[in-house]
């Protein structure tokens, strides 16, 4: 390999196609045009001599030498950034923040966080996207994630900004025709509506029970879940901000209120790593600022 003088956004490039998968995922991800990154890429293979990536019908996929690149490439990027960090003027931030945010709960109450984050950072370019889907954080190119109820166990880093408060709720009309569940073994009894095959946990005095429900209506989205509540459809446990309306209205009644849900959590999850960027800690500190409490 001969001496080669690699730019750092030629570095960041390959690394986002690398992880992406493709060209045009990676320009999404960069918010530039496919041939910008195409070009790009080519200056990388032909300032190092060898070839990173084999173009496919597919996209492409990394070559072995691409493999053990990308690597190298993520941790020069990594030290860059935190560099920029280290000489940026107190409370300043540049860069780009992407940010993976559910959608029920985040389009009306996180969005205002994400835009105040930033008009405080006018330097910051913001990418947020609201799905209720689960996403891959480093599969997907994401700096972190907001995300709500009761974790389970992964290799990714969690910070918890502030407790969610939700309640077991139905329709008065389904509690008229298949009756009020007043304990777990009831609960299981009834129509559930879940976000998949998710458990639900109560409390009895100070334990907490786990239980599985079961039932056929399903969506990935909470509020499509309280539209099937207030219909008739079953029971459903949901955080206060999406329901807190329908019980002002009557057209939701709480539910099991003898034995209530613990307050989860709504949590900021990044990909493991020493240290959080300037970035994610900012943003860290705003959503605790704002989600104590979240309740209703």
């Known amino acids: 390999m001969r001496n080669a003088k690699v730019d750092i956004e030629e570095l960041r490039t390959f690394v986002e196609v690398a992880d992406a998968g493709g060209v045009s995922p990676a320009a999404l991800r960069l918010g530039v045009s496919k041939s910008i990154v195409s070009r790009r890429l080519l200056r990388l293979e032909s300032e190092l001599g060898v070839q990173l990536l084999a173009r496919t019908t597919r996209g492409a996929a990394l070559t072995e030498a691409g493999v053990?690149?990308?690597?190298?490439?993520?941790?020069?990027?990594?030290e860059i950034d935190v560099a920029k960090e280290t000489?940026?003027?107190?409370?300043?931030l540049r860069g780009r923040l992407r940010v993976a945010v559910p959608l029920s709960f985040g389009s009306n109450y996180f969005a205002p966080m994400m835009a105040e984050m930033a008009r405080r950072h006018p330097q910051l370019q913001i990418h947020t996207c609201y799905s209720d889907q689960f996403v891959d954080l480093i599969a997907g190119g994401y700096d972190c994630a907001i995300r709500i109820?009761?974790?389970?166990?992964?290799?990714?880093?969690?910070?918890?900004?502030?407790?969610?408060?939700?309640?077991?709720?139905?329709?008065?009309?389904?509690?008229?025709?298949?009756?009020?569940?007043?304990?777990?073994?009831?609960?299981?009894a009834h129509q559930a509506l879940m976000q998949g095959t998710e458990t639900w946990q109560l409390m009895d005095g100070d334990k907490i029970i786990t239980v599985r429900p079961q039932g056929r209506f399903k969506a990935d989205n909470g509020t499509a879940l309280a539209a099937a509540a207030a219909?008739?459809?079953?029971?459903?446990?949901?955080?206060?901000?999406?329901?807190?309306?329908?019980?002002?209205?009557?057209?939701?009644?709480?539910?099991?209120?003898?034995?209530?849900?613990?307050?989860?959590?709504?949590?900021?999850?990044?990909?493991?790593?020493?240290h959080p960027a300037r970035?994610?800690?900012v943003l860290t500190e705003l959503l605790i600022e704002h989600c104590n409490p979240v309740s209703g």
């Open 68 to 78: 053990t690149f990308r690597d190298y490439a993520a941790r020069v990027c990594t």
């Open 87 to 92: 000489i940026l003027p107190a409370g300043e």
């Open 149 to 188: 109820g009761y974790l389970q166990d992964s290799n990714l880093i969690a910070k918890r900004v502030g407790p969610i408060y939700g309640k077991f709720v139905a329709s008065p009309g389904y509690v008229k025709e298949h009756g009020s569940p007043e304990t777990p073994e009831e609960l299981v």
């Open 231 to 274: 219909a008739g459809l079953g029971i459903a446990y949901l955080p206060d901000f999406l329901t807190n309306e329908l019980l002002a209205s009557g057209a939701l009644v709480s539910v099991m209120t003898r034995h209530p849900p613990p307050p989860a959590g709504a949590y900021v999850i990044r990909p493991p790593g020493q």
């Open 279 to 281: 970035k994610i800690r």
